[in-house]
């Protein structure tokens, strides 16, 4: 695609809800990250695939937060019984790896009330 | 802990100014740099890469590099209005790894 794409743009969840956000990279972008970002806040690392291997996942705030990238494309960021904590915007970004520039998602806003 | 530092301003300038935006960052490895830029709302929009030290101009943009200081700015010249946004500085300190830290961005308000 153009451009990297996520979904859903907006995720309202009820505490205790589990929640599954998508991301669909660049074609053929080898690097893929999902960052966390509190309101007024920059971007914080989450995790970092290259292809189908996470490479990173020193970011993750807890084991309820699993990612997955099985066939080296698109990724899923899922979230077990989510907090209120956990409400903020969830970006991905995709890169061509190495020292290369990644770009960003639109963002998926979730919202545990 | 491998740290990017920012102002977080505001940063406040008048409309034809030189907006000047710094960031220091920790790890002495570093070898990529980039500047993004935030709209309230929407998604960091990468602006400046830089890579080695000296300046990098991209019109009204000029990057500048210094890894002995582990030191980079940005500098917006003739600033407008639509230039007000949160500008993220980031650090690929990863290597093969290509993460990337982001510092907590500095708000900047280009006054009419």
């Known amino acids: 695609g153009a451009g990297v794409s996520q979904s859903p743009r907006y995720k309202v969840a009820k505490r205790g809800q589990d929640v599954a956000l998508r991301c669909d990279p660049i074609?053929?972008?080898?690097?893929l990250f999902w960052y966390q970002q509190a309101l007024g806040q920059g971007p914080e690392f989450l995790t970092y695939f290259q292809n189908e291997a996470q490479l990173d996942k020193s970011g993750l705030p807890s084991d309820r937060f699993f990612a997955e990238r099985p066939e080296g494309s698109v990724s899923t960021l899922k979230i077990q019984r989510t907090q209120q904590e956990d409400s903020a915007v969830y970006l991905c970004a995709s890169s061509w790896g190495g020292e290369t520039e990644a770009f960003f998602g639109q963002g998926t806003r979730l919202t545990v009330v | 802990q491998k740290e990017v530092e920012q102002n977080s301003g505001p940063l406040s300038v008048p409309e034809g100014a030189i907006a000047s935006l710094n960031c220091t960052y920790s790890?002495?490895?570093?070898?990529?740099f980039f500047w993004y830029r935030q709209y309230s709302g929407k998604s960091p929009e990468l602006i400046m890469s830089i890579y080695s030290n000296g300046d990098k101009e991209d019109g009204r943009f000029t990057a500048q590099l210094n890894k002995a200081s582990q030191y980079v700015s940005l500098l917006i010249r003739d600033s407008q209005p639509s230039d007000s946004a949160t500008y993220l500085c980031a650090v690929n300190v990863g290597g093969s790894q290509g993460n990337l830290i982001f510092g907590k961005g500095t708000k900047l308000s280009v006054k009419p």
């Open positions: 074609s053929g972008h080898v690097s």
């Open positions: 790890d002495r490895g570093s070898q990529s």
